[in-house]
């Protein structure tokens, strides 16, 4: 009894929703994120107590309760379809009056992986990162909940032809775009054998819910970076308290070896176009983990080049 109390008083606080005991987590299955893990405090903790929770975008679906597709088992209470809204995490730096940059992380990342580049940012700009939906309408209608005024995009890797699309369909809202190792040759038009993986039918289905495989080898196979053990336990949580980001990794894969051919002609075509007139930037490698604090330097500069034109 004395434990669901303490579960109700943490509701009030949106804060504190989002740490709350998984599978009551906050999230839709469909972003990296999750609840928590452990009684001691960790990075992963004090990421969370920096950010807020932002509602936007509908919830599709039926209605019943979200199933896994080999087994029949119920997911986590967070992947339950309903007429609710989507929960989004985010982190944001700097004066809300300056103009605003959105941090967007790759596949399969979080919003975390913009921490050395967030106070950097924040000097001169209000600066926002955030666990995402990959589909373009949820991303602009995140977008117009959190920004009134036009604003720069900064994304990394195989969600960038799903970002290029938004700005080719809101030339209007766009300062700047940034693109961080985006898909745009060729040699991109399939996804490395260590995320195609996930996309297999029953390999998949399997290795998405080991944590180690689905973020760790995810994640260092894009650099040559080595990752901490605190940065890297951030990015298992979601799959050690729920099995819905492991699910929702299954499935995004799946869509991405499908469509990203696809996509990645479309940004290549819009890119190229001779109509194309929004401040474009491309900067190679998984850069914002190896030296973030380089990256926000780098990224000011771009965006206040604009101005002194």
């Not at 995004?252 to 002609?265: F, G, N, P, Q, V």
Request: overall charge neutral.
């Amino acid at each position: 009894m004395k434990k669901e109390e303490e579960g109700k008083e943490k509701k009030k606080d949106v804060s504190h929703d989002y740490l709350i005991d998984a599978p009551v987590s906050a999230g839709d299955g469909f972003s990296f994120s999750g609840g928590k893990y452990s009684d001691g405090s960790s990075p992963s903790d004090e990421w969370f107590t920096q950010g807020k929770i932002v509602k936007a975008y509908p919830v599709g679906g039926s209605g019943e309760k979200a199933k896994d597709p080999i087994f029949g088992l119920k997911m986590g209470a967070s992947s339950q379809a309903s007429d609710d809204v989507f929960r989004w995490f985010c982190v944001e730096r700097g004066n809300v009056g300056n103009p605003t940059v959105i941090l967007i992380h790759g596949f399969p990342s979080q919003a975390y992986s913009y921490r050395k580049v967030l106070p950097v940012l924040s000097k001169n700009y209000h600066a926002i990162a955030f666990d995402w939906l990959e589909y373009v309408s949820s991303l602009e209608s995140f977008i117009n909940e959190i920004a009134v005024e036009k604003i720069s995009l900064v994304v990394q890797g195989y969600f960038s032809p799903v970002v290029v699309k938004y700005a080719s369909k809101h030339r209007e809202k766009l300062n700047d775009l940034i693109l961080l190792n985006p898909p745009l040759t060729a040699k991109h038009a399939n996804l490395p054998s260590a995320l195609s993986i996930f996309s297999n039918f029953l390999l998949g289905e399997i290795f998405s819910q080991d944590p180690l495989r689905a973020s760790d080898k995810a994640l260092t196979s894009c650099g040559p970076y080595k990752m901490k053990e605190d940065d890297a336990m951030v990015y298992r949580r979601p799959y050690l308290t729920s099995g819905s980001a492991g699910f929702a990794l299954n499935a995004i894969s799946r869509a991405m070896k499908k469509d990203l051919k696809t996509y990645m002609e479309e940004a290549r075509t819009i890119l190229l176009d001779k109509s194309w007139d929004i401040q474009s930037e491309i900067a190679g490698h998984h850069v914002q983990e190896d030296c973030g604090e380089e990256l926000g330097g780098i990224i000011s500069g771009v965006l206040s080049r604009r101005s002194q034109i």
